[in-house]
């Protein structure tokens, strides 16, 4: 399933002034008698954290906690602080329209756009240096909101899903920012040389990352051949991007080289899967589940994380998120164990994996290769497995496997399961469909397609489904 937004919806739901509490958060601007709002590292108070600047725009949870709300800096990084005392300042009176250019052009803002100094300085999820998130290129703009002991709070964008914690030896101040300048993308931070540019691909879509030295494992944006964008700056053959994004500026040229490198997945065996997580943590919940042999698009990477794209080279459904890097290969590698099974559709089905907007229909007999399964089955609900597949001229779909629409074409991958108890085959993947025969603890069955809650096996001469938690795989 897709939980991408576009930035512009993100900054519409995050950046407008004083809209009304939401389910969950509250909406938080920065303005106070001084420069910023002291926040603290616990929902106790206590000692100082550190202060975000006036301007600072975020949301806040609903309920406090010892009069004090909690705010998400970064993934990894939660602060506590007074919302009351935060808006202190902000603009007041009956008179101003608070979603108007009078409330905007009267916020205080302390907020200012640093230069990065230092070749590959690093930047932080946490002000302690916990886990390096990133390292960036001498020349990188970078918005500071703050500042923590000997580090900067920064965005490279309005809604700092691309910020962190930089040494403030790292970073030269440039210019002030407006809480215009700041807060919103058509402001392009006040720079009077940004430019606009446009994106060139080999024709499908290509992800692209959040650093200019390739190291960062943020989830990628995705851009279309014929984007237009707005460059910041160009650094070393890289283009800083409105948004927080970087993109190798041969992308912006067009007559540049617009190929694209991908990665194989390679997992320890042919039905074991890789998960793609929505931001670099096995923490993180799971998006879908790739399989060995399935190939990404790499955006950018840490040591241990790569932020990745999938989507076919003509386009079609994307997924993106991060992965580990010990589970990819860079170039040809023979010894990849491949587990993308070919299959063919047994009833007409549309190309769109929700089924609102029917885009193309993909009539019976279309064969697929199947590169992953999403990673939301319900066992309660007993709905069926959503298979991310690639078509035969080069476009990703997701085809929901209701009543068992995909058949195996082929001699398989030649992998056999074991039955972990007695359970039983059914002529399709649902609990309440007929029952083929009971297999007994310790069968040993031919895998033809492996789901999240269903396996499509073979025994003797019968084909049926098992639930896949019954199952042992190699």
């Known amino acids: ?24 958060w509250n909406p938080l601007d920065v303005a106070t008698d001084g420069k910023g709002i002291v926040v603290y590292a616990s929902s106790s108070g206590g000692k100082q954290a550190g202060i975000l600047y006036n301007g600072y725009n975020d949301s806040l949870s609903l309920e406090d906690t010892n009069g004090l709300y909690s705010c998400g800096l970064t993934m990894d990084y939660t602060v506590w602080l007074d919302q009351d005392k935060a808006e202190k300042n902000q603009p007041r009176g009956d008179e101003i329209d608070w979603y108007g250019d009078a409330w905007i052009d009267q916020m205080p803002s302390d907020m200012f756009l ?3 100094t230092q070749p590959d300085a690093p930047l932080y999820t946490t002000p302690g240096h916990k886990t390096l998130a990133a390292r960036h290129a001498a020349g990188t703009l970078i918005m500071v909101c703050g500042e923590f002991g000997d580090d900067y709070f920064v965005r490279f964008d309005g809604n700092g899903f691309r910020g962190g914690f930089m040494p403030k030896s790292a970073l030269k101040k440039i210019g002030t920012l407006t ?11 006040g720079l009077t ?24 494992a943020f989830d990628p944006i995705v851009l279309e051949n014929g984007k237009q964008v707005t460059v910041f700056r160009e650094i ?16 912006l040229d067009p007559d540049g080289d617009h190929s694209v490198a991908y990665a194989t997945v390679n997992t320890s065996g042919p039905l074991n899967r890789l998960n793609v997580r929505r931001y ?32 076919g080279p003509e386009g079609g459904e994307e997924e993106s998120g991060s992965v580990q890097m010990k589970y990819l290969v860079f170039g040809d590698d023979t010894q990849i164990k491949n587990g993308c099974v070919r299959v063919r559709l047994t009833e007409d089905r549309y190309e ?15 064969e697929l290769t199947v590169l992953g399964v999403n990673d939301g089955y319900d066992i309660e609900r007993d709905n069926c497995d959503c298979f991310l597949c690639l078509t035969e001229d080069g476009r990703t779909v997701m085809i929901f496997n209701d009543s068992g629409v995909l058949e195996p074409v082929g001699e398989g991958l030649g992998v056999t399961a074991k039955a972990a108890s007695n359970v039983r085959m059914r002529v399709s993947p649902s609990k309440n469909a007929e029952v083929i025969r009971t297999l007994d603890k310790g069968t040993k069955v031919e895998v033809l397609l492996r789901g999240e ?6 025994y003797k001469d019968q084909t049926g489904y098992v639930m896949s938690r019954y199952l042992s795989f190699p």
Not at 181 to 186: G, H, L, R
Not at 282 to 311: N, R, Y
Not at 453 to 458: A, E, H, M, Q, S
Request: proline fraction near 4%.
């Open 1 to 24: 399933m897709k939980k991408r937004l576009t930035i512009l919806a993100l900054l519409t739901a995050l950046l407008l002034p004083c809209v009304p509490a939401r389910a969950g």
């Open 114 to 116: 640093a230069e990065v």
């Open 179 to 189: 809480y215009r300048q700041a807060n919103f993308i058509s402001e392009k931070w």
């Open 193 to 216: 040389d940004a430019r606009e540019a446009t994106v060139y691909t080999d024709g499908g879509p290509i992800a692209i990352g959040a650093s200019a030295t390739g190291y960062s």
């Open 236 to 251: 070393n053959g890289w283009a800083q991007l409105s948004g927080g994004s970087f993109i190798e500026s041969r992308f």
């Open 280 to 311: 670099p943590s096995t923490d993180a919940w799971v998006q879908v589940k790739l399989c060995a042999g399935a190939q990404v698009q790499v955006a950018s990477h840490t040591d241990d994380w790569a932020a990745v794209l999938i989507v």
């Open 352 to 366: 769109d994996q929700y089924r609102y907007d029917k885009k193309q229909l993909l009539p019976a007999g279309t």
């Open 453 to 458: 809650g269903w396996t499509l096996v073979k």
